[in-house]
């Protein structure tokens, strides 16, 4: 018996569960808990995510069975109930939950991430100014800016946290007859965007540490981690993220006083573990 | 002879899955009756046409009933009441043919059969069968063929597909 953390996938093929063993499926990210593919489900129509959350070598397996279950069926559940209360979220399609899957509806489109890192490089704030197109982008930008806040807010008021809201679980999505960009095809979530895509609906997406819960403390450190992400990518990220603030605090009753819980979290000034 | 759909879904190549929508049907009461009495000509999931959304609704609810099969775990007797069981969000059997299943006033009929390794039924048997057993007209099926016959209104798209594939666990 090995002690040491799975390194499965990383060099040998990775045995799925029936019935995608024998599929050729795409492996977009391997992340610490889950591997995400690119399939299709029910129909060529209907591409999906699919995320397996494989079994831990080194946990007893009826407690990893246990334990994955669980987590596979809060995940779920919580897009549910997004999706029931017109939350942005991408599609339950199938569950799998003895085996350690769920395949999501495939959001066509970029992450945040990538745009926040396709924008500063190339946009440096001592871009020569006046360019047409550089003001024009910072107003779509700001647009979208706009958006994510209000697609937090919502998600908050309807009583759910997401618990891990970095900039590459805020997908935007490409609006349908839009020209695929190339680069967004490819690569697991560091997708860059050109103005063209920029437009489309946010759509958040990794729900797997969400928590039902209306605390200010969750929402606030939802914000704030989420404010680290975009600070992690870039100084000029800061004014785009009072954006996202201000159209938080206007998203919904309740927004104002999260806001403020938000300054003391920054002020308590270090990361609460995100495990909850 | 009827019309029939030969479906694959993807990752479950080697079980086709046929079938067949009838509109105008006459002889409901008949057909519900086989089941219930369990005549083995009759295996197959009969469904109301009216709570059916679209393919892809009755697609979740078939990849559902086959994986749970393969699985070899399904809740219900076998893998054709599975399917009606599969559609429903809750987890009575009952309330499921009721709400699914089809009725003696049924007018609009979705006829599924799935084989599993049976190499006798093929699409031409089931097309006979069914084309000798359904007073009714056979049309093709699909998204637009259904457009006619679902009652939206009974029904919420993404809600539903969310709940179905959470029901039971
Ligand atoms: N529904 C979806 N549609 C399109 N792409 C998706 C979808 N879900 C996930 N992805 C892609 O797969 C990547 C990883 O997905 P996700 O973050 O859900 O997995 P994870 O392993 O839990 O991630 P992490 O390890 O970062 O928590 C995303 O960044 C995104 O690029």
Same mark, same amino acid.
């Given at each position: 018996m090995s002690t040491a953390p799975p390194t499965i996938g990383a060099t040998t093929p990775l045995p799925l569960p029936s019935p995608f063993t024998h599929s050729p499926l795409t492996l977009l990210t391997q992340g610490a808990e889950a591997l995400v593919f690119r399939t299709t489900l029910l129909n060529a129509a209907t591409p999906v995510a699919l995320k397996y959350r494989p079994p831990k070598p080194y946990r007893h397996p009826l407690l990893d069975k246990r334990l994955t279950r669980a987590r596979l069926l809060a995940e779920a559940r919580v897009l549910v109930k997004c999706a029931r209360e017109g939350v942005q979220v991408p599609e339950v399609v199938a569950v799998g939950v003895e085996e350690g899957w769920v395949a999501l509806g495939w959001v066509e489109g970029g992450t945040v991430r990538g745009v926040l890192d396709g924008y500063t490089p190339s946009h440096p704030p001592s871009h020569p100014p006046g360019e047409q197109k550089d003001g024009q982008r910072e107003e779509v930008l700001m647009g979208l800016m706009g958006r994510v806040g209000r697609a937090v807010g919502r998600m908050h008021e309807v009583g759910v946290c997401h618990g891990d809201l970095t900039t590459s679980n805020l997908m935007v999505r490409r609006k349908e007859g839009e020209k695929a960009q190339e680069h967004f095809e490819t690569g697991g979530g560091h997708h860059t965007a050109g !103005?063209?895509? !920029?437009?489309g609906e946010i759509v958040l997406i990794d729900f797997g540490l969400a928590t039902q819960s209306i605390q200010d403390e969750d929402r606030a450190v939802d914000l704030y981690v989420l404010e680290r992400a975009f600070a992690a990518t870039h100084p000029v990220a800061e004014p785009l993220f009072r954006e996202v603030l201000r159209a938080y605090g206007e998203s919904y009753k309740g927004a104002k006083v999260v806001l403020r819980r938000l300054e003391d979290v920054r002020m308590r000034g270090r990361k609460r573990s995100m495990l909850g | 002879m009827a019309t029939v759909e030969t479906l694959y879904l993807p990752h479950y190549p080697s079980y086709p899955i046929y079938i067949s929508l009838f509109k105008n049907v006459s002889n409901a009461k008949f057909l519900r009756q086989q089941l219930l009495e369990a005549n083995a000509a009759f295996e197959y999931a009969f469904l109301d046409g009216t709570m059916i959304l679209s393919p892809r609704h009755l697609h979740a609810a078939t990849f559902r009933a086959l994986n749970d099969s393969v699985y070899n775990r399904l809740k219900s007797r076998n893998i054709h009441s599975e399917l009606v069981f599969s559609l429903s969000p809750n987890n009575n059997i009952a309330d499921a043919y009721r709400r699914f299943g089809i009725q003696d006033s049924t007018t609009s009929l979705l006829a599924i059969k799935i084989p599993l390794s049976n190499p006798e039924i093929t699409a031409e048997s089931v097309s006979k069968h069914l084309g000798d057993a359904v007073e009714g007209e056979s049309v093709a099926f699909g998204e637009e063929a259904l457009k006619g016959v679902t009652d939206v209104k009974a029904l919420r798209k993404g809600v539903i597909l969310g709940m179905m594939a959470l029901k039971g666990t």
């Open positions: !103005l063209e895509g !920029l437009d | -």
